[in-house]
């Protein structure tokens, strides 16, 4: 979650593909979630790009959240914006949330809402 292995991002997809393709890869899955303080590449080595939808498909003030899934479904992949994650606490209209939108920075938001939407995932 909002992670990257020091040897690179390269480095990290071509292990985590290679765990998915090991020993029982039928019941392997992987749900991959970053913000931009992690990721920035054209393309995320997990979830092939004709699979990934961006929503807003034109960003609004910079917000956005990608979120794709490989053919076979083992593998999620979402990224959000750095300004969906951050929220402003002190906007009119703002309503509490828990965490607080807004009392984190992006990187600390993403597991807030990353093991809310991995639960969703049957285990394999």
């Given at each position: 979650?909002?992670?990257?292995?020091?040897?690179?991002?390269?480095?990290?997809?071509?292990?985590?593909?290679?765990?998915?393709?090991?020993?029982?890869?039928?019941?392997?899955?992987?749900?991959?979630?970053?913000?931009?303080?992690?990721?920035?590449?054209?393309?995320?080595?997990l979830?092939?790009?004709?699979?990934?939808?961006?929503?807003?498909?034109?960003?609004?003030?910079?917000?956005?959240?990608?979120?794709?899934?490989?053919?076979d479904?083992?593998?999620?992949?979402?990224?959000?914006?750095?300004?969906?994650?951050?929220?402003?606490?002190?906007?009119?209209?703002?309503?509490?949330?828990?965490?607080?939108?807004?009392?984190?920075?992006?990187?600390?938001?993403?597991?807030?809402?990353?093991?809310?939407?991995?639960?969703?995932?049957?285990?394999?």
């Amino acid at each position: 979650m909002d992670g990257v292995d020091v040897q690179g991002w390269n480095h990290m997809t071509s292990a985590f593909n290679g765990w998915l393709a090991g020993t029982n890869a039928s019941r392997r899955g992987l749900r991959s979630y970053h913000s931009q303080d992690t990721y920035s590449a054209p393309q995320n080595g997990l979830v092939p790009p004709s699979r990934v939808t961006r929503l807003p498909p034109v960003p609004v003030r910079g917000i956005y959240v990608e979120e794709g899934n490989s053919d076979d479904g083992r593998v999620t992949w979402v990224h959000f914006s750095n300004p969906s994650l951050v929220g402003d606490k002190n906007a009119p209209g703002h309503v509490k949330t828990i965490p607080e939108f807004g009392s984190f920075d992006a990187h600390h938001m993403v597991p807030a809402i990353a093991f809310g939407h991995a639960a969703q995932f049957p285990l394999r």
